[in-house]
Structures are given as C-alpha cells and as structure tokens.
C-alpha cells in the first residue's frame, strides 16, 4: 500500500475507534439503566432519592428518562454510524445535564465520569466528516 493510502486509513479508523468507544460507554450506560435497573427504578433510587429536595419531580422524572433513553439510543446510532452529528448534540445536553446534575449535589471535584465522555464527543464533533467513512451515514451520503 502506498503511504497516502496508509494515512486516509488510519483517519477512518481513528474516527471509528472513537465513535465506537463513545458509542458502547453511552449504550451500556443506557442499557443497564434501561434493562437491567428499569427506568422507574433509576429514576426513584438515584434521581428521587438524590436530589427531591432540590429539583422538581416533573424535572427529575423527565431527566430520569430523558438521559437513560438517550444514553441507550444514542449509544446504538454511534455505533452504527446513523445522524451521527443529531446523535452526538443530543448525547452533548445528558453530559450537561449529568455536570449540571452533580454540581448542584455537591462540589465537582471528581468529573472523571463525563470529562472523558466530553473529551471523546468533541473530537468527533471537531473532526472533518471525510475521515469519517465507516458509517451508515456515510453510505447514504454517497447515494
């Protein structure tokens, strides 16, 4: 293979390697808060039981769902590479609401949870869309 070859190659894998790493952190996030918790339990043991005294409860039920689902969702669609940009906004506001979350709990003194989440996401963002070649989206461009 010749060294340009070599080089576009290695973008595509990059950016896969990232969206997959992003993707499978968010959708087992999502998968274990939706099946193996249940949604109605996540949202009475660690939204309710954690922050009722500081937000509302329509706020929290919404969150509660919101977050989960979109970790879940969100985390599948990166996966396999469809409205990746759709995708990694909607998953950019549950890591706002998770650092908004915490901080109103406590002092954020440990954001190991989303920093590299965050870090992750905006590189995909921040990276030329023609690096990223491996994804449905991708395919239905070329069409």
């Known amino acids: 293979m010749n060294k340009t070859i070599i ?3 290695n973008k595509q894998i990059a950016v896969l390697t ?6 499978f952190i968010f959708f087992f996030q999502g998968f274990g808060k ?6 109605e339990n996540v949202y009475q043991n660690f939204f309710l ?20 689902l979109a970790e879940l969702v969100g985390g599948a669609l ?11 906004y909607i998953l950019a506001s549950v890591l706002i609401i998770v650092t908004i ?5 406590d002092p954020i003194w440990d954001l190991s ?9 905006i590189s995909i963002l921040l990276l030329p869309k023609k690096w990223d070649t491996i994804s449905i989206d991708s395919l239905m461009t070329k069409k």
């Open 7 to 9: 080089v576009h190659l």
């Open 18 to 23: 990232l969206r997959f790493l992003l993707g």
């Open 34 to 39: 939706v099946f193996k918790f249940g949604l």
């Open 49 to 68: 039981s954690s922050y009722a005294d500081i937000i509302p409860e329509f706020i929290l039920y919404f969150t509660a769902y919101y977050t989960s």
């Open 78 to 88: 990166l996966i396999i590479g469809l409205k990746i940009d759709y995708t990694l």
């Open 101 to 105: 979350g915490h901080g109103l709990k």
């Open 113 to 121: 949870h989303v920093m590299f989440r965050a870090i992750l996401l």
